[in-house]
């Protein structure tokens, strides 16, 4: 099967939601969103918003991206998460792909983590990728690795203290890992 952009779907509360990949349109939507995780702390390991280029390294060069965008009350069309899919080494370990997803406070628990992960493991496969890892689920994110967990991810590891929370200790990341199969 062949998964074609734009996907369009609904959520577990019935909300349409459309998956596009992302370009020039989408990247100050998804600044302003990022900005959002990046302040939560909770999930990504960016002490301070990126400048510019940061933000397109991270997001955009080299990397497929996916928008998820829904319709509010009074029809115009909102930014509520995306992800980024990229090879996680180069050259004899390029099949192995990495990805980053973000969904807005306001959005999570409804599903679009979930849609979002299994639209981004087939167009993974789809992508020629063989598995993915993700490379840092900080371990008091407790949504994240239970939904990759549910989604077929297994723990490889635990660094210990690997991420400086706001306050100033520290949390452990774990480092997860699923095959996309032959």
């Known amino acids: ?18 998956l596009v990949l992302a370009d020039n349109q989408d990247i100050e939507p998804l ?6 995780i990046v302040d939560e702390g909770n999930s990504y390991p960016h002490d301070r918003f990126p400048d510019q280029e940061g ?8 990397k497929s ?16 998460g995306a992800f ?5 080494w180069p050259g004899r370990a390029g099949h192995v792909a990495n990805a980053g997803f973000i969904v807005a406070p306001e959005w999570r628990n409804r599903g679009l983590g979930w849609l979002m992960g299994t639209t981004m493991l087939a167009y993974a496969k789809q992508l020629g990728y063989r598995c993915v890892i993700f ?13 990759w967990d549910k989604l077929g991810f297994k723990e490889l590891g635990t ?6 929370k706001n306050d100033g200790t520290y949390q452990d990341a774990m480092i997860m890992f699923r095959s996309l199969g032959d």
């Open 65 to 80: 991206t996916v928008a998820a965008y829904v319709p509010d009350r009074a029809g115009a069309v909102g930014m509520v």
């Open 135 to 147: 490379n840092l689920v900080f371990s008091e994110n407790v949504a994240a690795w239970r939904l």
């Open 1 to 18: 099967m062949s998964l074609t952009f734009p996907v369009d779907a609904k959520l577990k509360d019935g909300s349409p939601v459309q």
């Open 159 to 164: 660094i210990p203290g690997a991420v400086r």
């Open 84 to 88: 980024y899919l990229k090879p996680n």
């Open 55 to 62: 933000f397109m390294d991270y997001w955009f060069r080299g």
């Open 31 to 36: 600044r302003q969103l990022y900005r959002v």
